[in-house]
């Protein structure tokens, strides 16, 4: 299994990123994926998820109304679109893949986990 990410960068508070995943070495459609974050001296926190076929999505209450995630299975990626960012967006973010069957927002229910990619909300 392998997760690349990429997307981040520095951002205004207000301004938009859009991160995208790419998947490799399983059957992307068959499952959940997800997109945690860690900032500096705090715990990893996951903040959107997006079942099998896209059609039911999970948000953290900090990102809900502000970031979207989708998929695209027939080109094994991911995404998260970021709006109206603020400076506690800052942190390193993760795409995640599920275990079988799992979905939601539970650090848990996922097993692989990519490099991450910085974002950087600052004027």
């Known amino acids: 299994v392998q997760l690349v990410e990429s997307g981040g960068g520095l951002a205004q508070p207000g301004g938009s990123l859009r991160l995208s995943c790419a998947a490799s070495g399983f059957t992307f459609r068959d499952y959940a994926v997800g997109w945690a974050r860690q900032a500096p001296g705090e715990e990893r926190e996951f903040v959107a998820a997006?079942?099998?076929?896209?059609?039911?999505?999970y948000y953290s209450d900090s990102v809900k109304g502000r970031f979207t995630i989708s998929r695209d299975n027939a080109k094994n990626t991911l995404f998260l679109q970021m709006n109206s960012l603020k400076p506690e967006d800052t942190a390193l973010y993760y795409c995640?893949?599920?275990?079988?069957?799992?979905?939601?927002?539970?650090?848990?229910?996922?097993?692989?986990w990519g490099q991450g990619t910085q974002v950087t909300v600052s004027s």
């Open positions: 997006i079942a099998w076929r896209g059609g039911n999505t």
């Open positions: 995640a893949k599920a275990k079988p069957l799992r979905l939601g927002l539970r650090m848990n229910d996922y097993d692989y």
